[in-house]
């Protein structure tokens, strides 16, 4: 089983800047893309940014250049640095991670499964 902990997020200023960490732990064996996603009051949930194994990362449209998302492979943690802030990007931001356990039994890996954090607020105020 595998947990996640995120940490960060709080209220800040427009054009303010924030950084979010989140951390993976419990029984890992090969954590493959993990990312951040957010939901705002009203609207579904959405992707921010993700970065997978080998560093490869995906960020939304309207990022635009102000995020940046970062991955340390040996303590499986992301962070998302947030700049340039702005009133739209008030959401609750969650940590998302796709994981693929061992059967040493059958000596294979298991299906993949997906993890999300438990959530932290991000608020811009105007």
């Known amino acids: 089983q595998v947990q996640l902990r995120e940490s960060g997020g709080g209220l800040v200023q427009a054009g303010g800047s924030l950084r979010l960490s989140c951390a993976a732990f419990?029984?890992?064996?090969?954590?493959?893309?993990m990312g951040w996603y957010r939901q705002a009051p009203g609207k579904q949930r959405e992707l921010v940014a993700d970065?997978?194994?080998?560093?490869?990362?995906t960020y939304a449209n309207f990022v635009k250049g102000r995020f940046t998302i970062s991955r340390d492979n040996a303590k499986n943690t992301i962070d998302l640095i947030m700049n340039r802030l702005e009133p739209e990007d008030t959401a609750v931001y969650y940590c998302?991670?796709?994981?693929?356990?061992?059967?040493?039994?059958?000596?294979?890996?298991?299906?993949?499964?997906?993890?999300w954090g438990q959530g932290t607020q991000v608020t811009v105020s105007a």
């Open positions: 998302h991670a796709d994981h693929n356990d061992y059967d040493y039994a059958l000596e294979i890996e298991r299906d993949l499964e997906e993890y």
């Open positions: 419990g029984r890992i064996y090969s954590m493959k893309t």
């Open positions: 970065i997978d194994s080998v560093g490869i990362r």
